[in-house]
């Protein structure tokens, strides 16, 4: 059961390739709300009530479900099943962040300065990002906080050694956090991030200077337009490029980089109140790790070592047919900025196609774009950049919910190798066996390929906008993000690496412990595993073929007489090896 090379992708076949193919506000949330109650996750009789408990209700719970979470149960899918997706989605939006990186280093005591170096353990991420998308609960918030983690994009390797992983850990904290809040917010904390400093040189970067020929750095002013905000390109509210006389019009110019760059100097990492202290190692002077986790500040006096004077450009500034005056100071520069920035017209498609294009289907039809974007600019009372109605807006859109997308081949995305691996996590309960979660980066072409956090570059593990070459997804004018990253050894590794986390001998990680015990229970009845299984991992996405090659390797492990829970295990395992390595599984729809 290898996944498909994108040479030999066949589109008539089931789980072939990929995704997909004005209007007000009011009347987009009406579409999303009759979608909801229409579409997913149950069907209607003739006189308009819900009809749940039935299997095809609980499949279309089951896929509302994995747009919107990492992995799901039997039991989730009945409470979708039974509330109706839009008051599921409303129920986990309105839960908390209900797990922090900083309750997971502090309670391991991995934040303390002493003997042990944790200042210098990049690997603690690792621990902590895959115990939150493993076990920590709020599932959906979670979700959309790693869609937002490739969007907003923060690498391990581009922060600075001390106390790196507790800097992204902090970013991540920020994702979870501002997840369903609006997007003006969540772009400055993104801004003042002490990781996001680090990684785009937003962190000390200073005013020119004639003398020296020194000018502001012009790494983060570049980025939050291309990848963050605004794209290369003047959009329509559908994602279209906007064409005059034939050619798009690009968005802003290397002069309006260069102006840009003049409001993000004069900020630095916030050390107020904190001590450096000897280190109990060899080394350098070690600060309390509060500094990579509190906004960084325009305040001289506040950072190490201190100054009197600001660095902060105050000559004017001039970009994107905007203009500060000179001697605005640095917080009212950047407020102006990121306020014209998060209102410009081309936020909301931009953003919106992406969001779509991480959670639900690669190729979104213009409409889909559009009913999406309109949701951005106004939830329907008002309010622009209200994440919580944006994800809501994609999970329950007509297009994301429409039981036809299931056999439509220009509908779904390849699932990413790290949602795969967390959602064997989460599905089955994989728990650390000592509480340590000591998994190494997956992200070397051995093992996943990708691992949170860890992307090659700002630009993500691939882009969304990638066609393979040569491929049928080129020939049907489809975009194959993820594909980017499918080469031939880790296609071939990941049938490894889920091999071996299934069986519990994976050499990434200490063992990791899945829950099967209602599996086994039920594994003495082929068909009936085979069913539960393709609900919570496929959403019964499963084609005929794949369901007898499953079947028929699962019927053929006899189980013994005597103690039969081993070879009940082996029928639970292998079967979830081949329906998580079958192309059904691969292409989520």
Not at 323 to 344: C, E, F, M, Y
Not at 381 to 387: A, Q
Not at 474 to 485: H, K, S, V, W
Not at 564 to 577: C, D, G, H, T, Y
């Amino acid at each position: 059961m290898a996944f498909v090379s994108p040479e030999g992708v066949d589109p008539s076949k089931s789980g072939a390739m990929l995704a997909g193919g004005g209007a007000s506000a009011l009347a987009a949330v009406s579409i999303v709300t009759a979608a909801a109650s229409a579409l997913s996750p149950s069907t209607e009789d003739s006189g308009g009530n819900r009809i749940v408990g039935t299997k095809e209700s609980r499949k279309a719970a089951a896929r509302v479900g994995l747009h919107a979470s990492i992995g799901v149960t039997a039991a989730e899918i009945d409470e979708i099943d039974q509330l109706g997706a839009a008051a599921w989605l409303d129920r986990q939006m309105a839960l908390p962040n209900d797990g922090t990186s900083v309750e997971f280093f502090s309670n391991r005591g991995l934040d303390r300065i002493d003997q042990n170096g944790h200042w210098r353990n990049e690997a603690y991420f690792d621990s902590m990002i895959w115990a939150h998308l493993f076990e920590g609960g709020n599932a959906v918030r979670k979700r959309m906080a790693l869609a937002l983690s490739e969007i907003f994009v923060v690498s391990l390797a581009g922060i600075e050694p001390m106390w790196r992983a507790h800097a992204a850990g902090a970013y991540w904290d920020i994702l979870n956090a501002h997840a369903f809040s609006d997007f003006r917010t969540l772009l400055e904390a993104v801004t003042l991030s002490p990781a996001m400093g680090q990684y785009l040189n937003m962190k000390g970067s200073r005013a020119s200077d004639p003398s020296t020929g020194r000018v502001p750095d012009e790494n983060f002013a570049r980025e939050i337009m291309q990848l963050f905000t605004i794209g290369l390109f003047e959009l329509n509210l559908d994602g279209s490029r906007v064409l005059v006389n034939g050619q798009p019009v690009p968005t802003y110019s290397n002069a309006d980089v260069e102006g840009l760059a003049k409001v993000f100097t004069g900020f630095d990492l916030d050390y107020s109140g904190l001590q450096i202290v000897a280190s109990p190692i060899p080394g350098p002077p070690v600060p309390e790790v509060q500094v990579v986790r509190r906004p960084m500040t325009s305040r001289p006096r506040s950072w190490n070592p201190q100054q009197t004077v600001s660095t902060h450009s105050v000559e004017e500034k001039r970009f994107l047919g905007r203009v500060i005056q000179p001697g605005t100071g640095p917080d009212r520069s950047l407020k102006l900025t990121l306020d014209w920035l998060a209102n410009h017209q081309n936020v909301a498609p931009f953003i919106s196609k992406q969001l779509i294009q991480r959670l639900v289907t690669s190729n979104p039809s213009s409409s889909y774009v559009m009913r999406v974007a309109t949701v951005f600019n106004d939830n329907g009372s008002g309010v622009r950049g209200d994440l919580a109605a944006v994800f809501k807006a994609i999970i329950l859109d007509p297009e994301a919910v429409d039981p036809s997308g299931v056999a439509n081949p220009f509908f779904g995305k390849v699932r990413e190798p790290m949602l795969r691996f967390a959602q064997w996590g989460r599905t089955f309960r994989a728990r650390s066996t000592t509480g340590a979660w000591s998994i190494r980066p997956m992200n070397p072409e051995t093992l996943l390929n990708q691992s949170p956090f860890r992307s090659p570059s700002v630009f993500n593990f691939f882009r969304p906008d990638y066609v393979p070459p040569r491929s049928q997804a080129a020939a049907n004018g489809m975009a194959a993000p993820e594909l980017q990253i499918a080469t031939d050894n880790a296609v071939a590794n990941y049938v490894n690496v889920i091999y071996r986390t299934v069986y519990e001998n994976g050499y990434w990680s200490e063992v990791l412990k899945a829950n099967y015990e209602y599996e086994i229970g039920i594994a003495s009845d082929a068909l009936k595993l085979l069913d539960h299984l393709d609900l919570i991992l496929t959403a019964g996405q499963l084609s005929e073929f794949t369901r007898a090659t499953v079947f028929d390797v699962v019927n053929n492990i006899s189980v013994s007489g005597l103690d039969p829970v081993p070879s009940l295990l082996e029928r639970v395992r292998q079967a979830v090896v081949l329906i998580m390595c079958s192309n059904d599984y691969l292409v989520q729809k």
